[in-house]
């Protein structure tokens, strides 16, 4: 026989396929055994129809397309005999799926053997309509699975119900169908009915609240029952597993009364006595005993507040911590996190066997660990923990650091007690990770430090002490540049000293010592050299017995490879030599920057147009998750426009400089063409960038002749990417952030009055639950600037929890929002939450604002979301 003809053996095509030592001899093969099976299909060969399909299946197996056989199966199935219809179920459900066209030819056919006599007919149709049911097949074929639910044979009542299941989640509205014949199946005394009758169960609650309030009514006290008796059933072998009656009907009963009981009251007490039964009963040695625990744990979490059982339920997994199983241990490490938010106190009484699996030799056992801590941190524990993670990070993995010095440095900001508390434990993270801090957090530092103004002298010796044993971190070494530039003459001279600390020797020289390392260590990057070249400017004026030593110093840095080095050693090297009666005051001490105000920008600050109304400002609760922005792309939906947003390089630099936010909605408007001219010198030595038009009440105080003030070098400079050099020849657009060089120094501007032309107030945004009202007003100064104060009104009888408002717009349009007052709307109009928007304009006149928002909040902890567009401002803005 040609073993590539039609009524090869399915086996011999199996050995013959497997003896290829190539995938070209594969895909040879069955290429010819392919046309073997079109040629009888064309043929019409009835006799080994069967076989040439079996043959498909395993070809499809193999990845190899088989479509042409598609039809091959329907015959199958009309075929009369069982082995014919076997193969022909098989192959439908293998070769075809719901999407498929020609599966609506089979539905007569299914319909049929629904209501065959054979029962293992009516099976094979079940498995299949349970497999590759579409919505069109679940109408038609919805009232022979109902009456099947009630068939005599027990198989098929287990299969008509895993059948149901897919067709109320294709069809929704036929769960009512479904109700009556599912409550019967719950009584069922055969373990295969009851557990699909109670999955169906579970689905049916899911899709439908009516079924959610039958099955409460009707089935509760059922469910339990059966839970009860199964729990205390004697050893039966043939649902043994581990010494544990039937597991998976245990898990499944437990599933559905956890969606019975969640937000019913009456349901949640009927089951709390078998639920503790089941947790205090359940032998936890085995596996099987382990997923039913883990199961009644969640259960308990899941339904209304019983505070006994919940204790019990955390027990259990500070059981399940100890355990030597790594899976056991993580998924009690997810359920601590959810119970956090419930009952914290309980959870904290496993803190230190958590603050273990920090330490585990599992990497992913270790990041769940750790976010929990971070969540279990508050202002009375935050002392010992930080200390046991420090400790930890210092023999912690490489790989691992990163993630821990990110936890311990957002723990140490949120929660330190005091000042020279955070300092420390800051610099302890530098000198042992200082290469896994991001720039942000030494800008943070730097900021308290300014603050802390009877911690400098402390605070600068501290930094010395650290670069003298750990120089290879390079955040550290940035931050203890900074801070000897700044205060170097506190560091020679032990001013400030605390009872707490050793007394030290520092000369003048040594000071420079720390400059000149950093610059000079060929692992430093651009910005910290940048940073030590402005240290070592600033100490020439505090040191004048070493300015020869720093002059030399600088000079070296005139032939550097890297330009922006070469720049700033020239410019510095001509404010030594040739401008020395300002350079003392060009290098004054950077005056105390506010810190509220650096948090609230660095917080409200987000890279895209799209800004979260309350996630950073508003004091979030530990343990509940900060609102986040979703990306522009989700939520915008907007032409994009040809004209781009002006983009500011000198924004940027203070970007960099400050940390903060200054966007071009916050700069003041008007010029001063004479304290441009002034301002032109004293930019073009710094570097700063291109001169901006300033403001003519904020240049007099900064720049202006009249008052012979210069304002000192930033020596923050550099903190996060150096800006390139510009051009004089920049836009005012993109110059115009810089007037607002010290804006990070001190309050916010207030928000301009309105003195220009009134606009009406528009209700942006109204639906059944919730109104935006929006004001607007202008500065007759800029026309381009829109300030919006959104008012939200809750219209509903519910109060809003964790409120985030957030906006996107296209580019013509630049977005700049406020925190928001609150982030709790109170219900039916009582209160209200109000929030500012600064809207810039570049096609002002041309082009109207069109805006489109996301509303996020609570509901009794149920997330809801609106999303809107505004297309109705006032002309003119």
Known sequence: MNPFSSGTRLRDMIRSIRACKTAAEERAVVRKECAAIRAAINENDQDYRHRNLAKLMFIHMLGYPTHFGQMECLKLIASAGFPEKRIGYLGLMLLLDERQEVLMLVTNSLKQDLNHTNQYIVGLALCALGNICSAEMARDLAPEVERLLQFRDPNI?????????RIIKKVPDLAENFINPTAALLKEKHHGVLITGVQLCTDLCKVSSEALEYFRKKCTEVLVKTLKDVANSPYAPEYDV???TDPFLHIRLLKCLRVLGQGDADASDSMNDILAQVATKTESNKNAGNAILYECVETIMSIEDNGGLRVLAINILGRFLSNRDNNIRYVALNMLMKAISVDAQAVQRHRATILECVKDSDASIRKRALELVYLLINESNVKPLTKELIDYLEVSDQEFKGDLTAKICSIVEKFSPEKIWYIDQMLKVLSEAGNFVKDEVCHALIVVISNATDLHGYTVRALYRAFQASSEQESLVRVAVWCI????DMLVKNVGMLDVEDPI??????AVDVAEIAIKRHTSDLTTKAMALIALLKLSSRFPSCSERIRDIIVQQKGSLVLELQQRSIEFNSILDKHRNIRSALVERMPVLDEATFSGRRAASVPTTVSPSTGASLKVPNGVAKPTAAPLVDLVDLTSDDVPVPSSSGGDFLHDILGVDLSPASAHSGTSQAAKNDTDVLLGILSIGTPPAQSSSFTPDIFSPSQNQK???ASLDGLSTL???STRAASPQAASPIIDLLDGLGPSPPVPENNGPA??????FESSSL?????????PGNPQITVIKATFTNLSSNVYADFVFQAAVPKFLQLHLDPASGNTLPASGSGTVTQTLRVTNSQHGKKSLVMRIRIAYKINGKEVLEEGQINNFPRGL
């Open 485 to 488: 530039g700044e205060y170097g």
């Open 242 to 244: 581990g010494g544990i």
């Open 711 to 713: 304002t000192p070098v």
């Open 723 to 725: 800006s390139p050099v």
């Open 771 to 779: 109104r935006i009202m929006f004001d607007f007003s202008k500065s």
């Open 157 to 165: 009542r287990k299969k008509a119900a895993l059948c149901s299941i």
């Open 759 to 764: 606009y009406p107030s528009i209700v942006a």
């Open 505 to 510: 020797t520092v000369t003048e020289s040594d």
